[in-house]
């Protein structure tokens, strides 16, 4: 099976500040790699597919990178509605979702 | 518009059987992955599985022996069926659509409690 660990857990952040979160791989999964964010209380929505595609309707401050083993989510410049719960999700072999990173207020 | 709808009991008795069903909309269910994911309150997201439009399924290896997920086309919905329920079922149950997760119904939380 395919692992993800997601990192870090958690973090704490300004309005404003460049956010990094990565997933790493246990085996190669090509760019099969998903993003997602999650609010209290409501569904996963997905940001970012195929690694680094930006879903439509979803603002351009948030980029994907990575193919193979390591991948990154990158929020440019951190707004008040990203304030949420983000997970890889990789889909190159049965579906294995990353541990989530919350990104707290500082 | 594609729309995803759960439905189905939201209390379970230990070692019965959890069975959802997810209603479809704005979309014929030919031609996709269709999937059930869940989230014990308070945790992480874990895949139960997925059945393609041909009927072909494939399950998360540590709820293979409990799980079946079966198709109705001519209703345009999925169904999801957990065996032997424990408290450590208790989760919010969604269906979502397709191999990369694009399209999610809004969940529904089960308790299993007798």
């Known amino acids: 099976d395919i692992q993800m660990t997601q990192s870090p857990s958690s973090l704490s952040a300004s309005v404003g500040d460049r956010v990094t979160i990565t997933c790493r791989a246990s085996q190669g999964i090509r760019n099969d790699l998903g993003w997602f964010q999650q609010k209290p209380g409501k569904a996963p929505k997905r940001l970012i597919y195929?690694?680094?595609t930006l879903q439509s309707g979803v603002p351009s401050r948030f980029s994907g990178s990575g193919s193979g083993t390591e991948f990154t989510l990158t929020i440019s410049s951190l707004q008040p509605e990203d304030f949420a719960t983000y997970y890889c999700l990789q889909h190159n072999s049965y579906r294995t979702f990353g541990q989530g990173t919350k990104v707290e207020i500082k | 518009q594609v729309q995803l709808q759960e439905s189905g009991p939201g209390l379970v008795k230990p070692s019965e059987t959890l069975s959802l069903t997810c209603i479809v909309s704005g979309v014929s269910i030919s031609g996709y992955y269709w999937n059930w994911i869940r989230q014990p309150p308070g945790k992480g997201l874990e895949w139960i599985g997925y059945i393609y439009y041909n009927g072909s399924t494939n399950y998360n290896p540590s709820l293979k022996s409990r799980v079946t997920i079966s198709l109705d086309s001519s209703r345009n919905q999925f169904s999801l069926k957990l065996s032997s329920v424990t408290a450590a079922d208790t989760a919010v149950y969604y269906c979502v659509r397709g191999e990369s997760f694009g399209v999610w119904g809004q969940g529904t939380l089960v308790t299993v409690s007798s």
């Open positions: 195929a690694a680094s």
